[in-house]
């Protein structure tokens, strides 16, 4: 039970209305209505003023999910809600300025899940002219030349698109980058408030990380079935591997926009690759990654220019992902030593 519930619940076992609680606090009902739904948080001179109001400790009103007959004695220490004193590394995170940080990635997650799924479909043009024969189509034949221009024409426009999303996307987003580089310190209140929308998000999570699993697994399905259908043909081929890049294409987008989301809360909260200790290991081996995936990425176009089989040379990424992690221990290990 967080701060607001204990405020609702405590007011309507004294049978008093929004009205009567706000004149005994001199304030507006407004402000307690704001409270009640935790659109803010009650200055701290008016906790203590309801907690001789209601008979019960300030402990108690700090403390999320603590029971009345639970409540320890004043000496009890400070709950996580509570904002202590720090010797000024450690940041402090108001409501009004974590509800903005939701909300604001909230609304560019959509947009950064696209601009990921048009980087995984941009080669779709290239590799259907390739595979297409015109002729037999009855229509005019296309040149290998044109077929290549405008098939890297649509992979560098989709690809510049993709990326003019993500910065759109950061510069939304850059004002909040302490909470993954910093410690950080929600003031009292906050912590409840993004628990209750991190638990409302949680079944959402689920389906959609599920849902983009599930795609990513099936997306193989069209190959095969295109190869049983018509084997060692070059059209059914392509269209099984530009099916298997639309069933990765979904799957990733619900992936990445779930993620980016449901890592919102975790960076506010702290939890799992946003703990402090992550924090300060993620800094330490920012120049590590910044060259092995700008290494990466030169390595995947200058080979899939080279040979033009594209239809191959995304499985760079997977790899890449799966040895990055070797890196990265590596590092750690030689840093240690």
């Known amino acids: 039970m967080i701060l607001a519930d204990k405020i609702s619940e405590l ?11 706000a004149g005994q606090l001199g304030v507006s ?28 400790s300030t402990d108690y009103l700090l403390k999320d999910s603590k029971e009345p007959e639970e409540e320890l004695l004043p000496a009890a220490a400070p709950s996580g809600d509570y904002v202590p004193e720090t010797d000024g590394t450690v940041r402090c995170v108001s409501l009004e300025e974590a509800n903005d940080f939701l909300d604001t990635v909230q609304n560019t997650a959509p947009r950064i899940a696209t601009g990921v799924s048009m980087c995984i479909l941009s080669p779709v043009l290239l ?18 030349s044109l077929a290549f221009t405008a098939g890297i024409i649509a992979l560098l426009g989709m690809v510049a698109a993709a990326v003019a999303i993500f910065l759109h996307c950061s510069g939304k987003t850059e ?23 991190k638990k409302g998000y949680e079944p959402s999570h689920g389906f959609f990380l599920i849902t983009g699993i599930v795609l990513c697994i099936l997306s ?16 059914s081929g392509a269209c099984g591997f530009l099916l298997c890049l639309l069933f990765v294409a979904v799957g ?18 702290e939890e799992g690759d946003y703990t402090r200790e992550e924090k300060a290991s993620a800094k330490r081996n920012e120049a590590v990654t ?3 995936w700008c290494a990466v990425t030169a390595v995947y176009l200058g080979w899939s220019f080279y040979t033009m089989k594209w239809e191959r040379t995304w499985i760079i990424w997977p790899c890449a992902a799966v040895l990055f992690g070797a890196v990265l221990a590596v590092s750690n290990a030689v840093r240690k030593k």
């Open 175 to 197: 004002r909040f980058a302490y909470l993954e580089q910093e410690p950080v310190e929600l003031a009292y209140g906050v912590t409840g408030v993004v628990e209750k929308r």
């Open 29 to 56: 009902r407004q402000s307690v209505s704001k409270w009640e739904s935790a659109a803010s948080i009650p200055d701290l001179d008016k906790i203590l003023k309801m907690s001789e109001l209601f008979g019960v």
């Open 252 to 269: 990733v987008f619900f992936l990445v926009r779930t993620c980016v989301i449901f890592g919102s809360f975790q960076k506010l909260l």
């Open 127 to 144: 590799i259907f002219l390739f595979s297409f024969d015109a002729e037999a189509a009855g229509l005019p034949r296309i040149s290998e």
């Open 11 to 21: 007011r309507k076992k004294n049978d008093w209305s929004q009205e009567e609680l």
């Open 290 to 292: 910044t060259v092995y």
């Open 220 to 235: 193989a399905i069209p190959l095969f079935v295109c190869g049983v259908l018509e084997p060692g043909g070059i059209l």
